[in-house]
């Protein structure tokens, strides 16, 4: 009987348990099946035009390559050449993303064939020029991030998610899922430190690779404080290439910018 | 190695038969300069004024999914000083890249090292001396270059010199030169084979966690001609052979890196040390401006003492880097070099941006201040003070 009853009480405790922390449990839950419905990508390469307007509507182009490489254990790596504009052709970043602590970044600058390990605790500056911050492109792995489900509508999930490192330039951001979609992202909303709306990231145009990979042909960042837009069109997604880990090296930068 | 360099040119023919989906891109840049210096040259035939044009040919192909590649840049520029009108192959090399090796022939460009005011460790090609006054450009270099990346230890390079690129120094009409022209064809070797000695260089390099580390050991032919006095007043000028061993290392710790570079360098006729050593601070969207802040100090010693030809014996560098992240890429580097035991003060500009997509705009300033006549070096620079004006069109 005695045995019973505390069996009762504990099954009561963790119902109540349960119940405080779901919010935050069922929001990593979200997060956690996204991750998983893109597990298995392998490898990536896609062209991208970058379109730059400020809020005269003077628009401006660049064009960049970024390859991917999907890791488990650490985060993702990646390397991105610049096409254009010309003076800046050839220069290139390597990113090495890790779960926890900071990524490693290295800079390769074509015109004196120089690599430079760069700083990558610069999250929240602009990346040349847009309305994109470091920290939007960056792989997102589940551990830079603390969640809160908000909400449920049809086959959208609402989940609001707090940057884990200081350093970041949001206080949260609240994702729009879909859960009909393999949990792709349809919307992202960004709140500045002292948590106001900062700016709305939409995707749309997207396609199904490989009858699992949800991946949007265009990301349109808008800027509510500066009223600038910047369009991020992808073109070329290849997830035949077969990437490996040397293809993510110091050499295999400077080779990608010369 | 005439012979080689033209079966080189022909190779591109070569790939479009072997390959249509080759990847061809051509390339050429125009540039523009002028050059004002604020006072009269201390020299004969020295002027105020020099406009001047250059121009950037770039080819390259990449075949068999980039595995194989070609690259040429040529250079070629037109100035008052005939020495600074000059021409050059900056890159014409073959590329194989596989897995964990890669092997290039031809003519390269390697650049070594991590300190922003001075270069140290960086040894394979000779310094372009007329073309820029911070030492960054440099000649094509011929060679094979060999490099292999191993699982966990890092990577090794293994370079081999057949040929040897001779210093052009500034001529008669030159600002930014010595009081007396210096004849690049006179300038005796110590080896018998002169250009044609055979160097070798090997690197070893690796990034563990925080750490950038490059170990270097060159033989050969001294990239710079070792300088003295002969102690009755006249100049000893020759190319020595060198063997110099190099150690660069960076630690970047959030937003700083901090960043050594050393050198041992022996001949026949001096056991050189020269170290630098400092630290970059960036302070990254100041304000919520989305510009970029970065704060440099470097301390560099050199026991040439006052035949130290970059004058960085014992001087401190301090300078702001300030990058705007703007639709412009604008760019703006001030940095002062001071001389600790004498006067001696250069202060700098560089500053960039673009104006149109296929048009940049760059302004360099050095301005030499209370410099001190016992400088060996800088006194023959002390009146050279100029502004540098540069448009670059992009085809």
């Known amino acids: 009987m005695k045995k019973l009853l505390i069996i009762a009480f504990l099954g009561l405790f963790l119902m109540i348990e349960s119940f405080a922390q779901s919010a935050e449990q069922k929001g990593l839950e979200i997060a956690k099946k996204a991750e998983k419905a893109d597990l298995g990508f392998g490898s990536t390469t896609v062209k991208l035009k970058m379109v730059l307007k400020n809020k005269n509507g003077q628009v401006s182009e660049r064009l960049l390559t ?43 600058l074509p015109a004196i064939k120089r690599v430079k390990r760069i700083s990558s605790s610069n999250k929240s500056g602009p990346f040349m020029g847009s309305e994109f911050a470091y920290e939007d492109l960056s792989s997102q792995e589940i551990e830079k991030y603390t969640y809160k489900y908000l909400e ?16 970041s330039g949001y206080t949260r951001r609240v994702i729009t899922y879909n859960q009909a979609k393999g949990y792709r992202i349809e919307k992202a909303v960004f709140y500045d430190r002292k948590n106001s709306k900062l700016k709305t990231l939409t995707y749309t145009d997207y396609k199904l690779y490989e009858q699992k990979h949800w991946r949007a042909g265009v990301f349109e960042m808008v800027n509510h404080q500066s009223n600038k837009e910047t369009r991020l069109i992808f073109s070329d997604y290849d997830f035949s290439a077969k990437l490996t880990e040397t293809d993510f090296t110091q050499n295999a930068l400077k080779r990608s910018g010369n | 190695m005439k012979y080689f360099i033209f079966a080189l040119l022909f190779l591109p023919f070569f790939v479009q038969a072997q390959d249509k989906k080759a990847e ?16 009269d040259g201390q020299f004969d035939h020295q002027d105020k004024h020099y406009p001047s044009l250059a121009l950037r040919p770039k080819y390259s192909v990449t075949w068999n999914e980039g595995e194989d590649a070609f690259h040429f840049k040529g250079f070629f520029r037109w100035d008052k000083d ?12 073959y590329q194989k890249a596989k897995n964990q090796w890669e092997l290039s022939v031809g003519i390269k460009k390697i650049y070594w090292g991590v300190t922003e005011s001075n270069h140290l460790v960086d040894i394979i090609n000779t310094t372009d001396l007329v073309e820029s006054f911070d030492g960054e450009k440099k000649f094509g270099q011929p060679m094979v270059h060999f490099s292999y990346m191993t699982n966990h230890i890092g990577t090794f390079d293994f370079f081999y010199l057949p040929y040897f690129r001779k210093q052009i120094f500034p001529g008669e009409k030159a600002r930014l030169r010595y009081s007396i022209i210096i004849e690049d064809d006179a300038i005796p070797f110590e080896s018998s084979q002169e250009t044609a000695h055979q160097d070798f260089a090997v690197r070893w390099s690796n990034s563990i966690s925080i750490f950038d580390i490059g170990l270097s050991y060159f033989k050969g032919t001294g990239r710079e001609p070792f300088f003295n006095s002969d102690g009755e007043g006249n100049l000893v000028v020759i190319y020595p052979i060198n063997s110099q061993t190099g150690l660069d290392v960076q630690a970047t710790t959030g937003p700083v890196l901090w960043k050594v570079e050393t050198i ?19 302070l990254g969207n100041v304000g919520n401006s989305g510009m970029d802040i970065g704060l440099l100090a470097e ?35 001030i940095g002062a070099m001071m001389d600790l035991e004498k006067s001696s003060k250069i202060y700098s500009i560089e500053a960039s941006r673009r104006i149109k997509n296929s048009l940049k705009i760059e302004l360099e300033g050095r301005f030499f201040s209370n410099i001190d006549p016992k400088e060996l070096i800088l006194s023959n620079f002390k009146e050279d003070s100029f502004l540098r004006f540069t448009v670059f069109k992009y085809f």
């Open chain 2, 24 to 39: 061809h891109d051509f390339e050429l840049e125009l540039e523009g300069e002028y050059r004002y210096f604020f006072s």
């Open chain 2, 264 to 282: 041992m360098r022996n001949n026949t006729f001096q056991e050189m040390r020269a170290f630098t050593g400092g630290l970059e601070y960036t």
């Open chain 1, 152 to 167: 449920t509508k049809g086959d959208l999930v609402l989940v609001e998610q707090y940057p884990v490192d200081p350093k």
């Open chain 2, 299 to 333: 301390y560099s010693y050199d026991n040439r003492g006052d035949w130290a030809l970059n004058a960085l014996q014992d001087d401190l560098f301090a300078g702001g880097r300030f990058a705007f992240n703007d639709i412009n890429s604008s760019e703006v580097l």
């Open chain 1, 66 to 108: 970024t390859r991917t490489l999907e890791l488990d254990v650490d985060g993702d790596k990646s390397l991105i050449t610049f096409e254009s504009p010309k003076d800046v052709k050839g220069t290139s970043t390597l990113t090495f993303t890790h779960k926890v602590g900071s990524d490693d970044q290295w800079l390769y």
């Open chain 2, 82 to 93: 005939i020495k600074r009108t000059h021409g050059d192959i900056r890159e014409l090399y």
